[in-house]
């Protein structure tokens, strides 16, 4: 399946009941609209029910004030047997002006269950067609081997 085949953008606009005190969405708020879109290209590509498995990579670069438009597009990177990574993209626009700041960017790996079983359940292979395409592929496997690494090294729990 090609990379566009399951892409999404969403777009919220940022009210009050999303902000902190200083006017501002929230980073729990935008955590959550990343973890939505990335869940949206997981379906899309996979055509299962899908669960959140990690979420990493995550930085925010710039606020997205109250009345400014959150701007999300994901786009799938990595897949494994039954995993995948999606990365999302946040700018923020300002609806009088029209300009556009890149506010995070996100890396949440998603795992496919079988609808039955609720298990994990091998995904279509990513098909890769372009040099950009290519080169973000190989920072995922990087990205996921860290990730497993990290996990290994992990304590257990009650331990």
């Not at 708020?29 to 299962?48: E, F, K, Q």
Request: aromatic share 4%; proline share 6%; glycine share 6%.
């Amino acid at each position: 399946m090609r990379i566009q085949d399951s892409a999404t953008q969403m777009a919220h606009l940022v009210l009050p009941h999303h902000a902190n005190v200083h006017g501002t969405v929230l980073g729990g708020t935008v955590m959550h609209w990343i973890d939505m879109a990335a869940a949206v290209v997981a379906n899309r590509h996979s055509r299962r029910p899908v669960v959140t498995a990690a979420f990493d990579e995550m930085s925010f670069l710039a606020p997205i004030q109250v009345g400014q438009l959150a701007l999300l597009q994901g786009r799938i990177t990595l897949v494994d047997r039954s995993s995948m990574e999606i990365r999302v993209d946040v700018e923020s626009e300002d609806l009088l002006t029209g300009e556009r700041r890149h506010t995070s960017t996100a890396y949440v790996t998603f795992v496919a269950l079988d609808p039955v079983t609720r298990r994990p359940t091998p995904v279509p292979a990513l098909a890769l067609e372009t040099d950009s395409e290519r080169e973000e592929h190989a920072l995922a496997v990087e990205r996921r081997r860290r990730r497993l690494e990290r996990r290994q090294g992990a304590p257990k729990p009650g331990r």
